[in-house]
């Protein structure tokens, strides 16, 4: 067996990742028969927006979120959405659906010449707000759980869920530091969106 597929070997188990906490999701499906898992997608999420450390996000993806709790709410009333993964603001790693299914993040998409990245992606969504910046405990966080779903899974590209629809999406939003994640993975500047990496690293 060969080195990276043992080191995986002992981090996963059915696609659950052993450092994360895990709560499951309802909010998943199979993924096609031959799908090839390429893709990392990245979110950004806050709930209410702006607001941190409260258990709403894991609410929302386990269909428990109390609708009347905030006026916002309101808006996404019903929504059954999950991403695989979401990075807390200190970097803590919470993991809802596993890597081998198919979570409901990306909707309606396209990248890399094929449509409905659900189908073939891993969603992770960090906890932040669109526009504003990420703290150096998520870039931590996400750049080592890059690297293990490499070691597990064929990937090849990261995209944010702006990238994968745009016009209809925005996040996670100018805040992030692309670069940054470019730099700590030492990934080819091939396997992220051509603009991002455009511009020196703040």
Known sequence: MPPDAAIAGTLWRDGWYAHARQLPSPNFGPRPEQARVDLIVLHSISLPPGQYGGSEVQQLFTNTLDWEAHPYFTQIRGA???????????????????CDDRAWHAGVSHWRG??????????????????????????????????????????????????????????PGPGFDWPRLHQALAWPAAYFPLETLQHPSA
């Open 80 to 98: 059954e959405v999950s991403a695989h993964f979401y990075i807390r603001r200190d970097g803590g790693l919470w993991q809802f659906v596993s």
């Open 114 to 171: 094929r449509s409905n990245c659900n189908d073939d992606s891993v969603g992770i969504e960090l906890e932040g707000l669109e526009g504003d910046s990420f703290e150096d405990a998520q870039y931590e966080t996400l750049s080592s759980l890059c690297a293990t779903l490499a070691q597990r899974y064929p990937v090849t590209h990261v995209a944010g869920h702006e990238h994968i629809a745009p016009k209809r999406k925005l996040d």
